[in-house]
């Protein structure tokens, strides 16, 4: 790899020990228990798709905007900068809520996950700046892979620190639980600085005179244009259903787990066994890309995720608690064979569709069938769990999406 790509890379290794900590494991937990204590157990998890579903329709608002905005000169590596410091930030901040104050832990999760999607922008459209197309399904990947690894350091640290609060001298563990988002934060920060020496905006846009106004100008010859893109298009339709199956199965995971029963420290396993087990699939979706194509590697992605939904529908209503332990350890190890892989293959098969001039617009918009389809997702389960008051059909309703978007990918040329 060339310093460029390595640094790139690092940036995965970086915040994904917010994808861990904060999205996925210990703080949905301290959600669960601490923030929202007395609250029934269905309507915290709902609140907590609720919230996901809110910061990610704000984003899908924003993001054509700044990714047009992001194409100019200069401009992208400036945006990418503030989103860091508000995720960064605002993550550090996830220690000030106690016990009961569901609003304020969830403002500051909204606003840490505004700042860690919105770089995503900026670092997605980046892979253009940093490598060629015939390298972009391998150093996508590798950065998938390698963040596996890079949130496996922090969230162990974490774990340790929480089974062992009393050697710290908390009376709970809850200081300690707070000391991991703090940790998450400086983790993510610290990794972030190569990227921000050695990587820069190769391809871009002359400033204009009047850049506001010249972005919503060039979204909107972008969306009138669309046609001229038909095979993007049609590939972002597609994502948008099954990537959305893919990050609600993410952010859903932990408080559905919970509603059955399963320990936190059973979970806390699992969620550790995913990030290992991950690392090496998903460099193994970028090898296999070269034999088989992307788009092959895509379906067998989805179809595992379809495999995944089909089991866990029945998890609810298995009749012990450890045999429904056993069921989710062997639906977290196919999560980990493909989550990955479908999210890295997802991106560089998009880059090499777009104009790399115009390459933060275009993954602007990307972005935003993203993040519009994972706002769909975690409602989705969240009605769909309180209407039956059933979690078992929330976690079944998630199938949809990943059938429809299999079915649209197979008309992607």
Known sequence: MTREERSWVLYDWANSAYSIIITTAIFPIYFKHVAAKGMDPFLSTAYWGYANSFY?????????????FADYKSMKKRLFIAFLVLGTGSTAALTLPGEGQVWQALALYVLSALGFAGANIFYDSFLTDVTTEDRMDWISSSGFGWGYIGSVIPFVLSILLIMNYRLLGFASSVPAVRLSFLITALWWLGFTVPLLRNVNQKYFLEPVAHPVRSTFLRIWETVRDLRKYRVLALFLVA??????????IIKMATPIALDVGISENSLLIVL????????PFAILYGKLARIWSAKVMLFIGIGIYVCITLIAFFLPGLPTVGLKTAVFWVLAFLVATSQGGIQALSRSYYGKLVPKEKSAEFFGFYNVFGKFAAIMGPAMVGFVSTLAQNTAYGILSVNILFLVGGILLLFVP
């Open 239 to 248: 994502y948008f259903f099954y990537i959305d199956g893919v990050d609600t």
């Open 56 to 68: 990610t329709l704000l984003l899908a608002v924003l993001a054509p905007l700044l990714g047009t």
């Open 272 to 279: 550790l066994m995913i990030q290992i087990v991950a690392f």
